[in-house]
C-alpha cells in the first residue's frame, strides 16, 4: 500500500511539518509520479488551505479534507456545534478514490493518536481501520520521552501498522539540548520503534527547498518505503 499516515503525540507536535516536508520531497524527486494529500477531518482553518497553496495537487479542498468543522475543536463537539453528523463513510469514500488515482498518498491525522474522531473511535482506531502504515512524530521538549512510550504502547494495543518515530523541533533547541529532551537511543531501546531522524526548527515552514532539505536528511526510504 503506497500510502502513509502521519500522527502524532498531540496537537502542534509537527505532523503538518513532516506532512509538507515529505510532499515538498516527493515533488521534487518523484515529480513523473502522482501524489495525493489528505486530511480526513479537520476542524478549524489550516492544514487542507496550506496544502493546497503549497502544492501542485489537483485535488479540491473537498478531496483534500472531506470532513470540514468551523470550530477548532474536537471533531465530535465541533460537529454538534453545527448540528452535524460525523460522516466517516463520506471520509472513506474519499480517501479510497485518492488511493486509486494517486501512485503514493499522504494522510495526515487530527491531533494525536488518543485524539477524538467520534465518540467511540479515536486516530488510533482509524489507523488500524483503515489499515494505515504510520509513522509517529514527537515533538522535542520536556516529557517527550513519556510521550513516545505512551502513544507508541497505545498504537501497538490498537493495532497500528507503526513504522517509526520522527522528533520534531517545534521551537530552536540546540544539539545539547535535543540529545537531553530526546534522547534517540533510550527513546528507541523503551519504545522498540526505530527514530527516522529529526526536523530541526524552522522559521519558514512553507519554504519548499528548505522542507525538501529537511526530509532528504531523515530515513527518507524507509520513511516513504516507495514501491513503483
Not at 205 to 225: C, G, M, W, Y
Request: glycine content about 6%; some cysteine.
Amino acid at each position: 500500500m503506497n500510502t502513509l499516515l502521519i500522527t502524532g503525540t498531540d496537537t502542534d507536535a509537527g505532523k503538518t511539518v513532516l506532512t509538507t516536508a515529505l510532499a515538498a520531497y516527493w515533488q521534487t524527486y518523484y515529480s513523473a509520479k502522482s501524489l495525493g494529500i489528505m486530511k480526513p477531518i479537520q476542524s478549524g482553518t489550516g492544514d487542507r488551505e496550506l496544502y493546497n497553496q503549497l502544492f501542485s495537487l489537483n485535488q479540491s479542498l473537498d478531496e483534500i479534507n472531506p470532513l470540514y468543522f468551523q470550530a477548532p475543536l474536537a471533531p465530535p463537539i465541533a460537529a454538534e456545534r453545527e448540528g452535524a453528523n460525523i460522516d466517516l463513510g463520506k471520509a472513506w469514500q474519499a480517501f479510497q478514490n485518492l488511493q486509486r488515482s494517486r501512485d503514493f498518498l499522504l494522510v495526515e491525522a487530527l491531533g494525536g493518536l488518543g485524539s477524538p474522531v467520534t465518540y467511540e473511535l479515536t486516530v488510533a482506531d482509524l489507523a488500524r481501520d483503515w489499515g494505515l502504515p504510520t509513522v509517529l512524530v514527537v515533538p522535542v521538549r520536556l516529557g517527550a520521552i513519556a510521550q513516545a512510550v505512551a502513544n507508541v504502547a497505545l498504537a501497538r494495543q490498537s493495532g497500528v501498522k507503526l513504522k517509526g518515530i520522527v522528533l520534531n523541533c517545534t521551537q530552536p533547541r540546540s544539539d545539547q539540548e535535543i540529545a537531553d529532551l530526546t534522547p534517540v537511543d533510550l527513546i528507541q531501546s523503551l519504545t522498540n520503534a526505530p527514530v527516522f531522524g529529526i526536523i530541526p526548527h524552522l522559521a519558514d515552514a512553507t519554504d519548499l527547498a528548505k522542507l525538501t532539505q529537511v526530509a532528504s536528511q531523515l530515513d527518507i526510504e524507509r520513511i516513504l518505503d516507495f514501491k513503483f
